[in-house]
């Protein structure tokens, strides 16, 4: 087949790395694919011709990118569209060039924007253009029907799936990441390392996981613990101010003059970082699953998120991790500085997590089933 996906960007985050991984296994399959984004600054674009993509093309955000999406329209077998401008944009194209019977939209996230009235309706009417619509958790699937006013019968969910080779193997050369990746930020071995991953967003509520660890870290130092309690901050907004926003929070609570908190910025060595950590925390607002969630778990890391939309799909309370109230900086602290001091318990939650991931969330499987999505829409040729 040949396959057509359109994105809002192909910067880094989830959506996009799902795309990626997307578009490796259905080359390996072989299938020829294109790929065309609306906006940002491309960072991804080496990444995607590495997987095998034929062309990954800025096509605008503009009425103009109706016509730059003609040439590959007419080229594909299927077109899948990804996130709510892609999807707005791709599904008007598609039709426009007789593509709308094999048109998929792939839902990634609970879309606060469809909480507007007017946006709901108009995403009622154009979310009807496809013939169907992934929905990567059955949270996003339920949001999907009951706020984006979308047919259930549309729908099919498959969830996200991750290669855990990478990040399996950083966990397993721990021994000899953890030591170099701690003297690079100045660190010392016996310091307990938190890690959260994620786009500079407010959706990810940097300000409560520093609220947090100002709290963890006084507490912590308060009951004379060996070590310190550190944290990555690894990403950046490549749409707005987040890096600035978030570095003052930092700044103001006191994180970045003693040590206790890095902002990285966007780093290509994520298992590494997670490999070296003891947990992964993020206190989003809302997810629609969360991949970075899987790719911590398959580095070994127990999870320390927040109980809304699909978290709770994947991580496993008391099991892989736990779940806090949202926007409640007082409980994310309180099981920061339990689980800090208590190795055991995140080693066996950690280990649960790997074989969730390798059980529940597999590549092939959400590869081929995709697949099986787009080949429902071709009609059989004479």
Sequence with gaps: MNLLHVITTADVGGAEMHLLAQVRGQ???????????LLGKGTLRPDFLAAGAQEVTLVGKSPLALWNLRRSLR??????????????????????????????????????A???????????????????????????????????????????CIYYGIDPAPFAQAHAERSRLRPALLQEFGWQAEDVVWICVARLAPQKAHDVLLQALRQAVDAWTQRGEAGRLRLWIV???????????????????GLLQDGSCVLTGIRRDVPALL???????????W??????????MAAGLPILATDVSAIPEVVLPRETGELVPVDDPQSLAETMVEWSRNPQQRARMGA????????AFGLPTMVDRTLEVYRSLIPPRP
């Design 75 to 112: 080229w594909c077998d299927v077109v899948h569209t990804h996130l709510l401008r892609a999807d707005f944009l791709g599904a008007l194209a598609a039709t426009i060039w007789g593509k709308r019977s094999v048109l998929v939209s792939g839902k990634h996230n609970d879309e606060r």
């Design 287 to 296: 997810e629609g699953l969360g991949l970075v969630f899987l790719e911590a």
């Design 114 to 156: 469809l909480q507007r009235p007017w946006v709901a309706r108009l995403h009622g009417l154009i979310g009807r253009l496809p013939r169907r619509t992934i929905v990567l958790s059955e949270h996003v699937g339920r949001y999907m029907h009951t706020v984006g006013k979308l047919p259930v019968e549309s729908m099919v």
């Design 352 to 359: 649960a997590g790997q074989a969730r991931v390798r059980t």
């Design 235 to 253: 990403g950046d907004d490549p749409f707005g101010e987040g890096m600035a926003r978030v570095r003052g929070w930092a700044s103001e609570a």
């Design 275 to 285: 490999a070296a950590s003891d947990g992964f925390v993020m206190p989003s607002r």
């Design 27 to 37: 080359v390996e399959r072989g299938h020829a694919v294109r790929v065309a984004y």
